[in-house]
């Protein structure tokens, strides 16, 4: 089957704009991650649905960032008044279930957004 | 909080040979686990070996091996017989057991470049 998708590849906007990011898991996978990924770093947690309920938002680095997932397959990462720090690549990752480290995470090839 | 540290951003190494990349991680925790992930120039992060903290022995898959010290909180990869494909980043990363979100943290990652 197909693997996580990730849609745009590249998202270019400018400062104070609105955007979304979204993530298509592998079918059946009730588990879904966004993470951030600043250049030379590595990826940083966001955060973590069960389902369509967002187990954990603590990642979330402020109220400019909120995710949904409402019938528990996409999901889109929204992005409000974007900033010139907010630019990075996001990840999107989903495992079969949560709750184990046994239930490998698999990653999409992420979204890069520049904000101008 | 769990920090992971990778101190060479950038190694080489001749096709056919062995390297090995460094991670030290910092944790209170007694029960956790460990990763390397691979990410190549297309982004998506694939899954190289897992360690899980409670087992002495060293994880392998094929070519990659760790070398897991746990006092030392030591956890690098031995890669052997090294291939152009190897070329990509590589991320040491670290999960809580107890973590019932399964969140990583990751750390700054080692530009391997294989030479032919």
């Known amino acids: 089957g197909a693997g996580v998708s990730q849609t745009p590849s590249n998202k270019v906007t400018e400062k104070g704009k609105y955007v979304e990011l979204r993530c298509d898991p592998i079918s059946g996978h009730t588990a879904l991650y966004w993470y951030r990924q600043s250049l030379g770093q590595g990826p940083e947690f966001l955060i973590y649905f069960q389902g369509t309920g967002a187990a954990d938002d603590s990642g979330l680095p402020n109220d400019r960032f909120f995710a949904v997932r409402p019938e528990g397959s996409v999901s889109t990462l929204k992005i409000q008044r974007t900033e010139r720090g907010d630019s990075a690549v996001y990840l999107c990752?989903?495992?079969?279930?949560?709750?184990?480290?046994?239930?490998?995470?698999?990653f999409g090839p992420g979204t890069r957004l520049t904000v101008l | 909080a769990q920090t992971v540290t990778q101190s060479q951003p950038e190694m080489s190494v001749q096709e056919a040979e062995t390297v090995t990349l460094s991670c030290t991680y910092d944790?209170?925790?007694?029960?956790?686990?460990l990763f390397w992930y691979k990410q190549p120039p297309s982004r998506q992060m694939i899954l190289v070996i897992r360690?899980?903290?409670?087992?002495?022995q060293n994880a392998t898959e094929n070519r990659f091996s760790v070398n897991f010290q746990k006092a030392a909180k030591s956890f690098s990869l031995k890669i052997s017989d090294s291939q152009l494909g190897d070329t990509a980043m590589y991320f040491c990363a670290f999960m809580n057991r107890l973590n019932t979100g399964n969140q990583f943290y990751f750390g700054t990652g080692t530009s391997l470049t294989v030479i032919p």
């Open positions: 944790t209170s925790e007694s029960n956790y686990y």
């Open positions: 360690q899980e903290a409670y087992k002495q």
């Open positions: 990752a989903s495992s079969r279930t949560g709750g184990s480290p046994y239930n490998e995470q698999f």
